[in-house]
């Protein structure tokens, strides 16, 4: 055992040296005790319907008080992957200090005991912190620290040695006992009182303890998930019967895709349309549980079932949605068939008074966007949006219902899990990126991107196609120009479109030399603007710049 333990501490005369559990042991106690309580947190979380874990709820105070420099390095850096990058560096910094504070604990317990019920406190504060939360919020994080605790109290405070060692009988210390060598009988050696044996550890059963906690806390998280999947929205998604629309979109016309392989599809497919919201967890809401209502600066405040939006009049569009945070170049766009509710017939039944001019939207979680109330009053069809591509949102995208508001970026318009419209002004109220200094007005900038070839590309001489998509959402592209090097721009190629709320594919046949090539686009709207080429970052209002790509012939 000598091998397995610390050196004795000093210990008073007359008594018997203490020693301390290997600081591996405390190691190994604070990552258990971490996973006991998330797993067990994972339980309540199953067991509570409407409930978050510690971890989601954490993150979600990092992502709505994070500075706006952190927000734009997760999207840049990790795209549409950023929640999972903040959920993973939460959990990679709680294993961490909770190998400090098990390794702190075997000096003293409670030290690992005070930081395990810190890290509950503010678990419980964001918990309760959050939009509509109630007391019922905060047991996920209570009942996962007091895990915490005990497991460990069980690991190390019951193999710590007592704060007082036994003492040495007097007569011993008196009279030492001096040991004799093993091969001497045992009626040789002498006998009379002996010392206390120095406090030991049982490395044995210490880790069959360890490997007892760990197996139970796997049980207990993946009960915890199963759990939580009978709460999971996709059950209820599946029973949905999207209505026919009233008012249907046109077939697409013929030539709205050119066939030309690397430019993107004119529609997007819903698994690949994309993400980027606040939310760490898609809220889990049922039909039976949506309701909308609209109310502030209205003469006649109303609320809505899912049920009711479903037996009003319906229509359905194809409309491009892009994202404030997209770089010149970027995916963050993407164009889809919607069904949905006219938001204009909304707002006329609720009476819009005189002076309102900023729309404010509110997601079940919190979030807020302000749309300018003549941009969904114009004649556009922004539309409360129950249906994407043919089938009910999918739940990553604002199931059961979100708002789509033509010409303007996502962030000021096309709110999921919408549940309440406000009518105010642009004065009385900052919505969530506003108050973070991003503009209140936010039209969509005219866009032209290259799809094909890809930057550093590598082509044969001769015909190399040239082509993307460009986008002025709501004005509509009138030409696409495309230059080489140094050279004159040239027209492409426009394939058709149904109307002016969606992206246009372009496409021009280059000759290509050989040699290290320059190959920008630029478009223009239908108003006569041409894309300028002043580059500007996505924040506050929008990117904006000429795309290039360089490409090599060889």
């Not at 729309?359 to 009053?377: E, H, I, K, N, Y």
């Not at 002025?472 to 090097?485: L, N, Y």
């Amino acid at each position: 055992m000598t091998a397995l333990i610390d050196r004795p501490e000093a210990a008073p005369d007359g008594q018997a040296p203490r020693r301390r559990a290997p600081w591996w042991w405390g190691a190994l106690a604070g990552l258990l005790a971490v996973g006991a309580a998330l797993a067990v947190g994972e339980l309540v979380t199953g067991i509570l319907e409407g409930t978050s874990s510690a971890v989601v709820s954490v993150g979600e105070v990092v992502v709505a008080n994070a500075p706006n420099w952190l927000k734009e390095f997760a999207i840049n850096t990790f795209g549409e992957n950023d929640k999972d990058a903040l959920i993973a560096g939460t959990t990679i910094t709680l294993v961490l200090v909770s190998i400090v504070l098990g390794v702190a604990s075997v000096r003293r317990l409670w030290i690992g005991i005070a930081g395990t019920v810190a890290f509950g406190v503010i678990g419980v504060w964001a918990a309760l912190t959050r939009p509509g939360a109630s007391p019922v919020d905060a047991w996920p994080s209570i009942l996962g620290t007091l895990a915490g605790v005990g497991v460990l109290w069980f690991l190390l405070g019951r193999v710590r040695p007592s704060d007082v060692a036994a003492p040495v009988a007097a007569s011993a210390a008196a009279d030492p006992v001096v040991e004799t060598p093993a091969e001497t009988p045992a009626t040789m050696r002498p006998s009379g009182p002996r010392a206390s044996a120095p406090a030991g550890f049982d490395r044995r059963a210490f880790l069959v303890s360890a490997g007892l906690v760990a197996g139970g806390a796997v049980v207990v998280g993946t009960v915890g998930r199963g759990l939580q999947g009978r709460y999971s929205v996709a059950g209820a998604r599946d029973a949905v019967t999207l209505p026919p629309p009233s008012s249907p979109a046109a077939a697409l016309p013929a030539g709205v895709d050119l066939g030309t392989a690397g430019i993107t599809p004119f529609i997007t497919p819903n698994g690949e349309f994309y993400r980027v919201d606040t939310a760490l967890q898609a809220p889990r809401l049922t039909p039976s549980d949506w309701r909308l209502s609209i109310g502030g600066m209205v003469d006649n405040p109303i609320e809505i079932t899912f049920a009711e939006l479903l037996d009003r009049e319906i229509i359905e569009r194809d409309i491009t949605l892009v994202c404030v945070s997209n770089e010149v170049g970027g995916r963050y766009a993407g164009t889809a068939r919607w069904l949905g509710v006219p938001l204009k017939s909304l707002l006329d039944e609720a009476g819009v008074q005189a002076g309102a001019d900023q729309l404010v939207s509110r997601s079940v979680d919190g979030w807020t966007a302000g749309s300018p109330v003549q941009a969904v009053m114009d004649g556009r069809d922004a539309m409360v949006a129950i249906g994407m591509n043919g089938e009910p949102l999918p739940v990553e995208h604002g199931f059961p219902a979100r708002l789509v508001v033509p010409g303007l970026y996502g962030f000021v318009s096309a709110t999921k899990w919408v549940t309440q419209i406000e009518l105010t002004t642009f004065d009385a109220y900052d919505p969530y990126w506003a108050r973070r200094g991003w503009a209140k007005q936010a039209p969509i900038k005219t866009m032209a991107r290259i799809d094909t070839p890809r930057g550093l590309a590598k082509v044969d001489p001769g015909t190399v196609p040239v082509g993307g998509v460009a986008w002025a959402v709501h004005r509509g592209i009138e030409a696409v120009e495309v230059r080489i090097d140094d050279g004159p721009w040239q027209e492409a190629q426009l394939a058709s479109v149904p109307g002016n709320d969606t992206w246009r594919q372009w496409l021009y046949p280059w000759e290509a030399t050989s040699g290290r090539h320059t190959i920008t686009a630029r478009a223009t709207d239908s108003a006569g603007e041409t894309q300028t080429e002043e580059r500007a970052e996505p924040i506050p209002d929008g990117a904006s710049g000429w795309h290039s790509v360089v490409v090599i012939v060889s």
